[in-house]
């Protein structure tokens, strides 16, 4: 019983931090599709920090030089340039060497107000995620947080290199661009794996425009909209789910 509430647990911290990356690092920070409250952001930004070790500032950095570059010399990590297998288990180590590119965040963010988690040093937010390793272990013991701890990690990294490598490649296309959309990804990506659409309409909220497309995320952002914490921006996409 334990160790099944202890899984379960372990998943619902990873969808969490799924749902944290879609809403606030992607849809609401990097393309404003959205606005969230201060307090929503600082409590996302939290989480990721000690659950990822994300710094939201990088993370918008590297995405938006994704899109000015998609599938061209340029894009960070580009099924078409590195290779398919490449970005799928080497995503992380792509996104590192573009993230730590000083250049790359000063082009691509200068519109970027930190908050106050921000304001600490470099060093915390970028160890912040063994905070999660102690709040596993303090959860589960020393063994099995260890182990909760390193699962979420190198599921939360496949999960988003998925979206970049196969939901380039492998897929169908609503719109005339290199990404593709996977029903199956987006269910386990927060609608991330609707990346065609995504890549039409880079600063709609939602991402699910046709068909029998889900956008697991799009439902939190209007609970959120309701409780004054998200402002949604007019969708640009209104006549693509009308086509």
């Given at each position: 019983?334990?160790?099944?509430?202890g899984?379960?647990?372990?998943?619902?911290i990873l969808q969490v931090?799924?749902?944290?990356?879609?809403?606030?690092?992607h849809?609401?920070?990097?393309?404003?599709?959205?606005?969230?409250?201060?307090?929503?952001v600082?409590?996302?930004?939290?989480?990721?920090?000690?659950?990822t070790?994300?710094?939201?500032?990088?993370?918008a950095?590297?995405h938006?030089?994704?899109h000015h570059h998609s599938?061209?010399?340029g894009d960070?990590?580009?099924p078409?340039?590195?290779g398919l297998?490449?970005v799928?288990?080497g995503?992380?180590?792509?996104y590192?060497?573009?993230a730590?590119?000083?250049e790359?965040?000063?082009?691509?963010t200068?519109?970027?107000k930190p908050?106050?988690?921000?304001r600490?040093?470099?060093?915390?937010?970028?160890?912040?995620?063994?905070g999660?390793l102690?709040?596993?272990?303090?959860m589960?013991?020393?063994a099995w947080g260890l182990?909760?701890?390193a699962?979420h990690i190198?599921?939360?990294?496949?999960?988003?290199?998925?979206?970049?490598?196969l939901?380039h490649?492998?897929g169908?296309?609503?719109?005339d661009?290199?990404?593709?959309?996977i029903?199956?990804v987006a269910?386990?990506?927060?609608?991330?794996?609707?990346?065609?659409?995504?890549?039409?309409?880079?600063?709609s909220?939602t991402?699910?425009l046709k068909?029998?497309?889900?956008d697991p995320?799009?439902?939190?952002?209007?609970?959120?909209e309701?409780?004054?914490?998200?402002?949604?921006k007019?969708?640009p996409v209104?006549h693509?789910k009308?086509a």
């Amino acid at each position: 019983m334990h160790l099944v509430l202890g899984a379960v647990i372990t998943l619902v911290i990873l969808q969490v931090s799924v749902f944290f990356t879609t809403i606030y690092l992607h849809r609401a920070l990097t393309h404003r599709g959205l606005e969230l409250h201060p307090a929503a952001v600082f409590f996302m930004h939290l989480e990721l920090m000690l659950f990822t070790g994300v710094i939201p500032r990088e993370w918008a950095a590297v995405h938006r030089k994704h899109h000015h570059h998609s599938d061209e010399e340029g894009d960070p990590h580009s099924p078409y340039l590195y290779g398919l297998w490449t970005v799928l288990f080497g995503n992380y180590f792509l996104y590192r060497k573009e993230a730590r590119n000083p250049e790359t965040v000063r082009k691509y963010t200068p519109d970027y107000k930190p908050d106050p988690i921000d304001r600490l040093p470099y060093q915390v937010q970028n160890f912040g995620v063994f905070g999660g390793l102690i709040i596993f272990m303090l959860m589960f013991g020393w063994a099995w947080g260890l182990a909760a701890w390193a699962f979420h990690i190198v599921a939360y990294v496949l999960l988003n290199s998925m979206v970049n490598s196969l939901c380039h490649m492998i897929g169908y296309r609503n719109f005339d661009n290199l990404a593709t959309n996977i029903r199956l990804v987006a269910l386990l990506t927060g609608g991330e794996g609707l990346h065609n659409n995504h890549h039409e309409f880079p600063s709609s909220a939602t991402l699910a425009l046709k068909g029998r497309e889900f956008d697991p995320a799009w439902p939190i952002i209007l609970v959120l909209e309701k409780l004054k914490l998200a402002r949604i921006k007019p969708l640009p996409v209104e006549h693509a789910k009308a086509a």
